[in-house]
């Protein structure tokens, strides 16, 4: 049974930064590419960014410059670093795991089989 723990979210002041963990158990962690989305009210669940198994990435055009992602395999766990941070970020951020491992799907969210339960941040004025 795969589980995804994420954790790091909280409030932040725009322009600041926040960086978001994600744990994953259950199967061979390097063996999949990983995804972080996110969700505001009203709206629908998008990608953020995500990588590969060998590390290629993909970011949505929004937090292009300004988040990265990267995966640790020895501690099985994928990071989102975010700076400078806008209004616009909040949401509930959420990890997934992709069942490919290459960069051949990372974008489709129809790829990601297993979610964590989400962790919200919050960016004020």
């Known amino acids: 049974q795969v589980q995804l723990v994420e954790s790091g979210g909280g409030l932040v002041q725009a322009g600041g930064s926040l960086r978001l963990s994600c744990a994953a158990s259950?199967?061979?962690?390097?063996?999949?590419?990983m995804g972080w989305f996110r969700q505001a009210p009203g709206k629908e669940r998008e990608l953020v960014a995500a990588?590969?198994?060998?590390?290629?990435?993909y970011y949505a055009d929004s937090v292009k410059g300004r988040f990265t992602i990267s995966r640790d395999n020895a501690k099985n766990t994928v990071y989102l670093q975010m700076n400078s941070l806008k209004l616009e970020d909040t949401a509930v951020y959420y990890c997934?795991?992709?069942?490919?491992?290459?960069?051949?799907?990372?974008?489709?969210?129809?790829?990601?089989?297993?979610w964590g339960q989400g962790t919200q941040v919050t960016v004020s004025s």
């Open positions: 997934a795991q992709s069942r490919r491992s290459g960069y051949y799907g990372l974008s489709q969210i129809k790829e990601y089989t297993y």
């Open positions: 259950g199967r061979t962690f390097n063996n999949y590419a």
């Open positions: 990588i590969s198994s060998g590390g290629s990435t």
